[in-house]
């Protein structure tokens, strides 16, 4: 059975430190994977996503990704946290069919000035 | 281009009265999705639909009921209003995986 967790219901960095945002997943074949933002009274935007092609993958605003297989891992990271990344960010696992689309609880970034 | 445009953005119900929350999306999508979000609980499924004329149902469809009659809208309908579906509901499309999601529906029940 496909499953996503999020380590981290919430994390807080300073502007201009790194973010490390941390999402593990199950899968009985190879996955595919997602992380979406979603600010404050918005819809959820995609951030990047992996479907087996390069085990790194880079998103928008600076965001990447690093699939570890080994570590059935899919953490999302930035090397330096901009203000406006404060939002709440979700990893997804795709499940194969297209009514089960496994979401994350979501981990709320914080970004002190 | 519009993408996923969800109507109305707030409403306040009463305990027992029914509406419609309305999804139109101009991507010609074939897959649609309503989500209801939370605090805390992230995205779960109500209903999808692969395309016009089929529906199914996700993890959480009491009190609940779709359509799909056209390949643009897919509306939501709540029947006999509870407290219990007082939520953040989200319409999505897809695209080869990638959802594309309408800014929220606020539904409170009182």
């Known amino acids: 059975a496909q499953s996503v967790t999020q380590l981290d219901s919430h994390v807080s960095v300073s502007e201009g430190t790194p973010v490390l945002l941390r999402c593990n997943y199950s899968?009985?074949?190879?996955?595919?994977l997602f992380w979406y933002v979603q600010h404050p009274n918005k819809g959820l935007q995609l951030l990047l996503k992996?479907?087996?092609?390069?085990?790194l993958v880079k998103g928008i605003n600076g965001f990447e990704a690093e699939f570890k297989k080994s570590e059935t891992s899919f953490h999302l990271t930035k090397p330096s946290a901009h203000m406006s990344d404060a939002a709440e960010y979700f990893c997804?696992?795709?499940?194969?069919?297209?009514?089960?689309?496994?979401f994350g609880k979501g981990t709320k970034l914080s970004v002190k000035p | 281009n519009a993408g996923v445009t969800q109507t109305p953005k707030f409403r306040i119900l009463k305990i027992g009265q029914s509406m419609t929350l309305q999804c139109t999306q101009d991507?010609?999508?074939?897959?649609m999705y309503w989500y209801r979000q939370d605090p805390g609980m992230g995205l779960k499924l109500i209903y999808y639909?692969?395309?016009?004329?089929?529906?199914d149902k996700g993890e959480v469809p009491n009190g609940y009921n779709v359509s799909r009659s056209t390949t643009e809208d897919f509306p939501l309908r709540l029947e006999l209003a509870a407290p219990s579906q007082t939520s953040v509901y989200f319409c999505?499309?897809?695209?080869?995986?990638?959802?594309?999601f309408g800014e929220g529906s606020r539904l409170t029940v009182l």
């Open positions: 999505a499309s897809s695209r080869s995986g990638e959802l594309f």
């Open positions: 899968s009985s074949y190879s996955p595919s």
């Open positions: 992996y479907t087996s092609a390069a085990t």
């Open positions: 997804v696992n795709y499940g194969g069919s297209q009514g089960n689309l496994i």
């Open positions: 991507m010609n999508h074939n897959y």
């Open positions: 639909s692969v395309g016009a004329g089929i529906t």
